[in-house]
């Protein structure tokens, strides 16, 4: 019986302009992937990350590392060194290709090593669609590009987190869900977008996050929200209107009005109680 026909799904080609930190040359998803012949190594001048979501294979390096490959395995390419890896039937594998000083830093540092590069992430619902946020361009320009860079290095160093870390899966995805929350805080924190991010439904996201972490993703965000005005109201000298509109509340009486109702004290009481002007500046 013949092998399925490999399909490929671009996800991005090469950066159009490429900084001086990096740039990502290709990145797609191959169904059906036979990989390449496991008698010889290929080599590269630059670095892959393949991710297995389906079917299962081998993976060989020069070291004289041979690992039974199956779905949930992530592996790193090495600039230089030698590397085949294949499946008779076919996995589904996401990659993508790259090079630059950012990533290796990376490698200088022991974030990811050549002695070690292969391990497992799962579910692998959840990291297929992380992997595919961290790749997928917004737009085709510089900024975008710098950004996607950011993105990638993020999504490396997060693999490597969940690697070694002894936490249970679930706190590992809740860390992630704080820390997706936390990176666009504001009055108007798009939930379902965050939910998007993470991969699932919004009522599933809710539904998860409340089941581990006791309170609501909307109580999280209003909680961390109070406590960076406080934050800003004790250490800089911006005015209550500003801070506002920094967290973009719609004016600065329903910011006072909310700020009253989860602390007891209005955002002027709180300042003359509380006020420790940052001796290195106003905090941003």
């Known amino acids: 019986m013949n092998a399925p026909k490999p399909v490929v ?34 080599h590269l001048d630059c670095y892959a990350l393949v991710y297995v979501h ?14 039974s490959v199956r779905a949930g395995d992530f592996f790193v390419l090495f ?13 589904d594998e996401i990659f993508v290709i790259f090079d630059g000083p950012i990533f290796a830093l990376l490698e200088q540092h022991g974030v990811i090593q050549r002695q070690r590069p292969l391990w497992r992430l799962e579910p692998t619902h959840y990291w297929l669609g992380r992997f595919r946020q961290a790749i997928t361009p917004a737009k085709d320009d510089a900024a975008s590009a710098l950004e996607r860079l950011g993105r990638l290095a993020g999504f490396i160093l997060e693999t490597v987190e969940a ?30 977008a965050v939910a998007s991010r993470m991969g699932v439904s919004y009522e599933t996201f809710r539904k998860r996050f409340s089941l581990l972490s006791g309170e ?15 934050n800003l109201l004790r250490k800089t000298s911006l005015s209550v209107a500003e801070i506002a509109e920094q967290l973009n509340y719609c004016d ?12 007891g004290l209005s955002p002027r009481d709180f300042r003359n109680q509380f006020w420790r002007p940052d001796s290195s500046g106003d905090a941003q």
């Open 9 to 42: 799904t671009p996800l991005t080609g090469t950066d159009p302009e490429p900084h001086s930190l990096g740039r990502i040359l290709q990145g797609g998803e191959i169904q059906a992937s036979p990989g390449m012949p496991l008698n010889r190594f290929r």
């Open 54 to 67: 389906r079917g299962q294979g081998t993976f060989k390096d020069e070291s004289g590392l041979r690992h």
């Open 79 to 91: 600039p230089g060194y030698g590397h085949s890896y294949g499946s008779q039937e076919g996995w």
């Open 163 to 192: 690697r070694d870390s002894d936490d249970d899966p679930e706190q590992l995805w809740l860390r992630r869900a704080r820390r997706e929350i936390e990176s666009s805080l504001s009055e108007t924190t798009d939930l379902p």
């Open 216 to 230: 609501s993703p909307g109580r999280y965000r209003d909680q961390r929200l109070h406590e960076r005005a406080a």
């Open 252 to 263: 600065a009486f329903h910011f006072s009005k909310q700020f009253k109702k989860h602390t």
